[in-house]
């Protein structure tokens, strides 16, 4: 089975932003599946649980085969721990996270999430977080951790079946690249850095996923926030308010659309479909509107000469592929 190419995103699902009604979370997650999405991806990290807790429990109204269900390793929660963390989430179950790129941390992990999809098995692993955004100057040894531990784990869990596919999630191009010269990954996740507004991913990265035949899922496209809200005040980039530069660019790619009548999202979207290494764009959600808008927002057809206008900005890479 193939992905959706719109996946579901479970991060808002562990009270990211805000705290999320249990209702509300159960429907936004039914939607997405009535609607034909069949990607889910969660991790631990979301909530300390409570995304995957929820998620658990939208999959038992489907058949579990007729979804692709991707979790993450790299963090397991111990109850009764230390109550701040730095995982950052407004919400959440009262579990910190012990973060372990271990073996037998990515196992502890996996068994953890097990328990809380109340399913038998995921269909993709991911390695979480191994990159300079989360672990700073310990980046360095949390990838050697990771490639001699959780690598490991993934690798056996393959190998006898347990998982399909085995990749990482990161926020940096960088280390997508590290991760698939130094072992075999089927799947990486890259969230913020192939984008409308950066393009971090393309010269380097992307080409290696196509060589190595790495299917590329996409987070993060609308950078957290500003490229769904638009360059205004209090608009988030990277998980923050967005900095003047950065609404001063968003604002220029904004006109250029509304020259040619087409919403800011709608142009996110069809940017990042278009690389042929993308195999899904995984969006979060909050409400089954915000479904609905996206699976509108990505049928949309968007002018080519959309496309060039922004070449001859400067604002979009003369050599990005675009679609036709």
Not at 30 to 50: E, F, K, M, Q, R
Request: with cysteine; charged share 15%.
């Amino acid at each position: 089975m193939l992905p959706s190419l719109i996946g579901f995103g479970g991060a808002p699902l562990g009270d990211l932003y805000a705290h999320l009604n249990e209702a509300t979370a159960q429907a936004t997650v039914a939607a997405a599946l009535a609607a034909g999405i069949n990607l889910v991806d969660t991790s631990p990290l979301y909530g300390h649980g409570l995304s995957e807790h929820r998620i658990g429990a939208a999959l038992r109204t489907v058949p579990r085969e007729s979804v692709i269900l991707s979790t993450k390793v790299g963090r397991w929660m111990q109850p009764g721990g230390p109550k701040h963390d730095g995982s950052g989430y407004r919400g959440g179950l009262p579990h910190p996270a012990v973060i372990d790129y271990s073996y037998d941390g990515a196992m502890r992990s996996l068994e953890q999430s097990l328990l809380r999809l109340g399913t038998d098995h995921v269909d993709i692993l991911l390695i979480h977080d191994v990159d300079v955004w989360t672990h700073g100057d310990q980046m360095e040894q949390r990838f050697a951790e990771a490639m001699d531990g959780a690598y490991k784990a993934l690798e056996k869990l393959r190998a006898s079946g347990g998982v399909k596919a085995i990749g990482v999630g990161v926020n940096e191009a960088e280390m997508c690249e590290r991760f698939a010269r130094a072992g075999d990954f089927d799947v990486m996740m890259l969230a913020g850095r192939y984008t409308l507004l950066e393009q971090g991913a393309l010269d380097s990265f992307l080409p290696l996923a196509l060589e190595k035949k790495i299917a590329v899922m996409l987070a993060g496209v609308f950078n957290s926030g500003i490229l769904a809200t638009g360059a205004r005040e209090g608009a988030y980039y990277n998980y923050q308010p967005a900095p003047p530069a950065i609404l001063a660019r968003v604002a220029r790619i904004e006109a250029v659309c509304a020259a040619h009548g087409v919403a800011l999202p709608q142009a996110a979207l069809a940017f990042a479909a278009a690389h042929p290494a993308v195999a899904s764009i995984v969006l979060g959600a909050v409400t089954p509107a915000e479904i609905a808008r996206n699976l509108d927002l990505v049928a949309l057809p968007v002018p080519v000469g959309l496309w060039s206008d922004l070449k001859a900005e400067g604002l979009v890479p003369g050599h990005a592929p675009l679609p036709i």
